[in-house]
């Protein structure tokens, strides 16, 4: 059986390589990757270059802790440095937002994100991917969710960038 993730992708170092591998790398481990837009952001909680970021979706037989373990081996393959503070500059991030309509909490894996109703610079990228799909904890589209945020959210500009 097949699950549908979706997955938020974020740099601020050598942000265009980066994002460039991290997508080459997950189209090498997954078939039919489907992207959203890139967004430029400023850096959340510490000073920072801004962040690239967007959302990929793909459908996969594997378990969660098996495409986060995955996860986990990309971001380390492109330099992702895990001793440095949670709020500081990336090489690559690689988060599971969604996993099916599962909802887990366990120690370093939250499904939902609780990211996506936080963060403009998730919920856009995810809302333009899927905006019919239902937030498994809320129950509404990523597009209504996005329409409430909308008024409060910070400036996210479109970063042409081609994969």
């Not at 962040?51 to 996969?60: C, E, Q, W």
């Not at 330099?79 to 937002?97: E, H």
């Amino acid at each position: 059986m097949s699950t549908r993730v979706y997955v938020g992708l974020g740099s601020n170092v050598d942000r265009e390589s980066r994002l460039r591998q991290a997508v080459e790398a997950l189209r090498t481990r997954f078939d039919a990757l489907s992207l959203s837009p890139v967004y430029n952001s400023a850096s959340v909680g510490f000073d920072g270059n801004d962040f690239l970021n967007l959302v990929a979706g793909f459908d996969t037989a594997l378990g969660v802790q098996q495409v986060a373990a995955i996860f986990r081996e990309i971001e380390n393959e492109l330099g992702r440095d895990r001793s440095l503070p949670k709020f500081s500059s990336r090489s690559i991030d690689l988060d599971i937002l969604t996993y099916g309509d599962m909802i887990l909490d366990l120690p370093g894996i939250r499904i939902p994100r609780p990211e996506i109703l936080e963060n403009a610079f998730v919920l856009k990228p995810l809302q333009d991917l899927a905006p019919d799909t239902l937030h498994p904890e809320r129950g509404e589209t990523y597009a209504i969710l996005w329409q409430r945020m909308v008024p409060s959210a910070p400036r996210l500009d479109l970063f042409p960038i081609e994969f």
